[in-house]
């Protein structure tokens, strides 16, 4: 079964202890994302990778990190988290396919089921 | 300047009628527009993707674009009490080559029986 599998799917923590959560995905796509959703701001892109060690800061990277060391796996790393990281967490992926003028389509998005964190 | 715009609503309609969705974006070279349907506590899932000017079908689902004046509606016809969720606009624009897209923050949809 094509899926984005996210965990944990509910953290609580507490202030500056590391945590990561990981995402995988087995649809071999090329582009990955994290973002968090917060009650009326909607999705707001924390950072996104359109391949192996490629990847790039979205709207709001601080204090996150990311890496993509292989293609299937986009771990998200909290290295001090604080309690405005409280959120829902989600990772996706896509084909980066190939569109107009040659750029790379990226929107049809598949959604992981998403990370509740908690930070006291 | 937000770059995608959708009412918060709630929009509430009676089970069965037709419910229209709008949403507008300010980059005016987007290229690919996307509708996601998103349940309480649930991930959004793709529901429909246009790229052209006009309409698109899918069963009880159309996608309508006009890039000129940068609107892309989605229209839910024979609405069901299972329709009840935010509707995400999502729009691609265009960043050092790739596209990445941007999310509009949803309009909320109730059809009551």
């Known amino acids: 079964e094509a899926q984005v599998t996210q965990n944990p799917r509910y953290l609580i923590t507490v202030t500056g202890k590391k945590l990561t959560v990981t995402c995988s995905q087995n649809?071999?796509?090329?582009?990955m994302s994290w973002y968090r959703q917060d009650p009326g701001l909607g999705l707001r892109q924390i950072y996104y990778s359109m391949n192996v060690e490629v990847t790039d800061k979205g709207d709001v990277p601080e204090g996150y990190k990311v890496s993509r060391k292989e293609k299937r796996n986009f771990p998200l790393i909290l290295e001090s988290p604080s309690p405005n990281q409280t959120s829902l967490y989600f990772c996706?992926?896509?084909?980066?396919?190939?569109?107009?003028?040659?750029?790379?389509?990226?929107?049809?998005?598949?959604f992981g089921e998403g990370s509740r964190l908690t930070v006291l | 300047q937000k770059e995608v715009e959708q009412n918060s609503g709630p929009l509430s309609v009676p089970e069965g009628a037709i419910a229209s969705l709008n949403c507008t974006y300010s980059d005016r070279g987007s290229q690919s527009f996307f509708w996601y349907r998103q349940y309480s506590g649930k991930s959004p899932e793709l529901i429909m993707s246009?790229?052209?000017?006009g309409d698109k079908e899918d069963g009880r689902f159309t996608a309508q674009l006009n890039k000129a004046s940068q609107y892309v509606s989605l229209l839910i016809r024979d609405s069901q009490p299972s329709d009840s969720a935010t509707y995400l606009c999502a729009v691609n624009r265009g960043t050092g080559g790739s596209y990445i897209p941007t999310f509009g923050r949803g309009t909320s949809l109730i059809v009551h029986p």
């Open positions: 649809m071999n796509h090329e582009y």
């Open positions: 246009i790229y052209s000017n």
């Open positions: 996706a992926s896509s084909l980066a396919q190939s569109g107009l003028a040659g750029a790379l389509n990226t929107g049809e998005l598949f």
